[in-house]
């Protein structure tokens, strides 16, 4: 992109385009995850709809790559795109509630940490994720899960409407009501079909939740999975405990004497009586005692934010993941192994449940195709220093390949690593991939929007 076209830009558009010769260029294309290091010929910090229509399209036009970016959480760097331009809508970052309703609006550059506040202070909360610095764009357009999926679905589950803007640069509203077509493909699709400027979506009564950590040594991995896999799918959907494999990491509330020890755990959330909790936990000695074992009742989005400080942005990031409908013994000594060899401090692997009121919509309702998964997993291989960029990614790599012969074949779309080639996300969306591409072709035939895991239009007939 030389001056002039960059420069024809700025008039287009209202919010400010970045270049590479202006000083905001280094932190503008900065991201969640510093294993990725790509240089946009401009990053266009749209205002509103309005700005977003007249980006697509100015670069539709010219025949420029496009990327878009919400959160910057995408860990393959899906949000930014060599010498193209990335559409940023970290200004569109608002939440608006509707409490009589029981809604929320939000814009496309909001994170989680906005959406939960906002909906806190009336006592509700939607199901996204666990970490308050992720976009709630690509979190919901990938499906979503979290600490409240077994109570209260996927986060698409609780998406009502989105407002879209299209490869042609109209905007539209999907919903089940308008374009159903399009608001099923948005459920679970990814960013294939447009870029969203506002979701709509449903709350639930949540305030004050239980929260709770349990860790064994590493070496009684057996034993917990053992245990994990029979007593979570028979829980109330009110109990949520994501299994993890980590490295203890210094400070509270973990005492001093675990600290850099390798573990294995569950971190629980209880969204009914807090006074039950224990009780409901009671279980958690049946595999032996617990290195630690840690209740308390606390706010909503401070459980959000309860991994924000460990895993800031910059660091080196490498994920994979699976979905699985068993933890079988082969899997476990996967596990054991792999567990026992967390080759950086902050490396890590989660189970998350997506069984539940999640498990109970129909298959066929949104893109999303493993409602019949009860885990969708995620190995990270994590570290700040550029050095062990590939230590981390080649465990995580090692790792979910050897625990794939293990899983039901696919990944949920956010988790898929970078060049794991189309056949992976073939198998994401199993047989919901032809009707997607079918959508695809409808709304993008010339797939314009491709920077993501991608979903090519169907031929035309």
């Given amino acids: 992109m030389d001056d002039t ?20 260029y280094p932190q503008a294309r900065t991201i969640y995850n510093a294993m990725i290091d790509r240089r946009p010929a401009a990053i266009v910090r749209c205002t ?9 399209d100015f670069i539709r036009d010219r025949g420029l790559e496009l990327a878009v970016r919400g959160g910057g959480h995408s860990g393959p760097g899906l949000c930014l795109v060599d010498d193209g331009v990335t559409i940023d809508l970290s200004p569109m970052r608002w939440a608006r509630v509707d409490p009589g309703a029981e809604t929320a609006r939000v814009g496309g550059g909001t994170l989680l940490g906005d959406l939960d506040h906002a909906a806190h202070g009336f006592g509700l909360a939607t ?15 990938g499906g979503g899960h979290g600490h409240l ?31 159903p077509d399009l608001f099923w493909a948005l459920r679970g699709g990814g960013g294939n079909f447009g870029i969203v400027t506002s979701f709509r979506f449903r709350l639930h009564p949540v305030h004050t939740v239980g929260a709770a950590i349990t860790v064994w040594p590493v070496d009684r991995t057996p034993e917990v999975l053992h245990w994990y896999r029979e007593f979570l799918p028979q829980a109330p959907d009110d109990l949520n405990g994501f299994y993890a494999l980590l490295v203890v990491p210094p400070g509270p509330p973990f005492p001093e004497e675990i600290h850099g020890q390798k573990m294995c755990g569950v971190v629980w959330c209880w969204t009914g009586d807090p006074d039950r909790l224990e009780e409901i936990l009671t279980s958690v000695n049946e595999p032996g005692p617990p290195a630690f074992h840690f209740t ?80 969708s997993g995620v190995i990270a ?72 895991q991608n979903i090519e239009p169907a031929p035309q007939q």
């Fill in 381 to 452: 291989g994590i570290d700040p220093d550029p050095a062990n960029a590939e230590t981390v990614r080649q465990w995580a790599t090692d790792y979910e390949e050897a625990l794939r012969p293990y899983s039901m074949g696919g990944s949920y779309v956010n988790f898929i690593g970078a060049g794991e080639g189309q056949e992976r996300v073939r198998a994401t969306y199993r047989d919901h991939y032809d009707r997607l591409a079918g959508i695809k072709r409808t709304y993008d035939p010339d797939n314009l929007f491709r920077a993501n």
């Fill in 48 to 56: 509103d709809a309005a700005d977003v229509m007249a980006a697509v």
């Fill in 127 to 141: 199901p996204a994720g666990i970490m308050s610095t992720t976009g709630v764009g690509g979190l919901t357009l």
């Fill in 296 to 375: 308390t009742p606390m706010p909503y989005p401070a459980l959000q934010t309860m991994f924000d400080e460990l895993i800031p942005t910059g660091l080196q990031w490498y994920w994979r993941g699976g979905f699985f409908d068993r933890i079988t013994d082969e899997a476990i000594d996967v596990h054991l192994k792999y567990g026992e060899n967390i080759p950086t401090d902050l490396s890590t692997m989660h189970l998350y449940p997506v069984d539940g009121a999640a498990g109970r919509v129909g298959r066929d309702d949104t893109a999303w195709s493993y409602r019949d998964a009860v885990w």
């Fill in 149 to 179: 999926t077994r109570k209260y679905g996927l986060t698409v589950d609780n998406l009502l409407s989105a407002d879209v803007v299209l490869a042609n640069g109209s905007s539209v509203t999907a919903s089940e009501s308008e374009n």
């Fill in 5 to 24: 076209t960059l420069e024809a830009m700025r008039t287009a558009l209202r919010g400010p385009v970045i270049g590479p010769k202006d000083l905001e």
